[in-house]
């Protein structure tokens, strides 16, 4: 796998740093088969729970920062890693599930494991959705209860998932790129469509140096540089994690269209053109934040 399905709450690439896993993540127990078999049945009852209802499930890209979520309030909304950053928060606002597609390695140093505290206690959500190994990670440091929890089980790729089989979450997924990606298998398992992208960019690949967000980042250091900086890793893996994201995204689309699930990308600009386009002005009837 090359650890590629790390790579969305940190940039491309840095899966090379989080492979020195610490003794500390190597002697943690995962589930074991009878408990991950529990767990995952416990999705069956999100199967279909908002069947008929739009979501929009919000990414954290620049161009979130130009889109006002106040509108959603009342919708199935579906948001990601470090959402817990957004002012809207404060407000009052919450969104419906919270994801996170990082293995438990991921979180092998203290300063990553605080940005796992802080995007898991910070985005105030309904629920959460998170891989099976980060369970004792969760409860070994108390960051949510049990019951506003839920996990999912990922082995093997999408190249070796059935072409004609809807993803579930009472399923074994594959390991996907993103957590773009098991947002909107989420938001299938929920029954809902049409499914609305925000803040999809994925614009690293046209700008040198930070990986951008609607927020600014505190940088993280590593023996290499900042853990967000792009230009510390080659382009051509850049370029890659692009490739391997889009064609997820074409399998997904795939997978949508076979079950009846609609698939719009309302994102103010970037360039994810696997879905078609829609103006999230008029979806929700509001003008685009200055």
């Given at each position: 796998m090359g650890g590629f399905h790390r790579r969305w709450l940190l940039p491309p690439g840095v899966h090379d740093v989080l492979s020195r896993t610490t003794?500390?993540?190597?002697?943690?127990?995962?589930?074991?088969?009878?408990?991950?078999?529990?767990?995952?049945?416990?999705?069956?009852?999100?199967?279909?729970?908002?069947?008929?209802?739009r979501c929009f499930i919000?990414?954290?890209?620049p161009s979130l920062a130009q889109q006002d979520l106040a509108p959603l309030a009342d919708d199935v909304?579906?948001?990601?890693?470090?959402?817990?950053r957004h002012p809207i928060l404060k407000t009052g606002w919450r969104p419906t599930i919270h994801c996170m597609a990082e293995p438990a390695a991921a979180y092998d140093d203290p300063r990553l494991l605080q940005i796992l505290r802080d995007c898991a206690t910070?985005?105030?959500?309904?629920?959460?959705?998170f891989p099976i190994e980060v369970r004792d990670i969760v409860r070994q440091y108390d960051l949510l209860p049990d019951e506003r929890v839920r996990y999912v089980d990922f082995r093997g790729t999408t190249d070796s998932y059935p072409s004609d089989r809807q993803p579930t979450l009472t399923d074994t997924l594959p390991y996907m790129t993103n957590t773009a990606h098991l947002s909107l298998v989420v938001a299938m398992h929920l029954g809902c469509s049409p499914i609305y992208l925000m803040g999809m960019d994925h614009d690293w690949?046209?700008?040198?140096?930070?990986?951008?967000?609607?927020?600014?980042?505190q940088g993280i250091e590593s023996e290499s540089g900042s853990l967000w900086d792009l230009d510390s890793y080659p382009y051509l893996e850049l370029m890659e994690?692009?490739?391997?994201?889009w064609r997820d995204y074409i399998w997904l689309r795939r997978i949508a269209e076979q079950s009846g699930f609609e698939i719009?990308?309302?994102?103010?600009?970037?360039?994810?053109d696997v879905f078609p386009r829609?103006?999230?002005?008029?979806?929700?009837?509001?003008?685009t934040a200055a």
């Open positions: 003794a500390a993540v190597k002697s943690a127990i995962s589930p074991s088969r009878r408990a991950r078999r529990r767990l995952v049945k416990e999705n069956e009852a999100l199967r279909d729970r908002h069947r008929g209802r919000i990414g954290n890209g909304t579906i948001v990601m890693n470090a959402f817990y910070g985005a105030n959500a309904h629920l959460h959705v690949l046209a700008h040198k140096g930070f990986d951008r967000h609607f927020y600014a980042h994690s692009s490739i391997r994201a719009l990308n309302a994102s103010h600009g970037g360039f994810l829609a103006d999230y002005t008029k979806v929700v009837g509001v003008r």
